[in-house]
């Protein structure tokens, strides 16, 4: 049985990323709703960032970690001009899985909470695959 390379991430890392709500960033802008507040496709998108900054200091040369799992629970409205912080932290780590916790804020109120889970993989290969495939 050949033995797996131990794994450049451990769980505990963690990265806090912050947006501050413009227009362009509102559900309107984004499709996802009529209303002027802060859309939850932005709100995904935040917490994707900050999974990717926990992770970004460990990747080993030519790797680098896609997207592969969400599940997120947008909770609360946050206007134009408010910031929001994105707080992720490696949970588990199984082989190339990897696996978050994120909390967006609003100050002291929790906007969001959600899982998502990353998987690592060669960046060169991952890029021709899908080329391949279009």
Sequence with gaps: M??????PFAPGLTARVELTVTDT???????????????????LALAEAATVAAVAT????GSTTVGTRLELE????????????????LVKVDGRRLAF???VTDGNE???????????VDRQRFVERAVRAS
């Design 2 to 7: 050949q033995e797996q390379p131990e794994s």
């Design 58 to 61: 460990r990747l080993p040369s």
């Design 110 to 120: 929790v906007v969001a909470t959600g899982r998502v889970e990353r998987a690592l």
């Design 25 to 43: 960033d509102t559900a309107l802008a984004v499709g996802s709703g009529d209303v002027p507040v802060l859309g939850t496709p932005r709100v």
């Design 74 to 89: 947008h909770r609360a409205a946050t206007p134009v001009g408010r910031t929001v912080a994105a707080r992720a932290e």
């Design 101 to 103: 916790e994120v909390i």
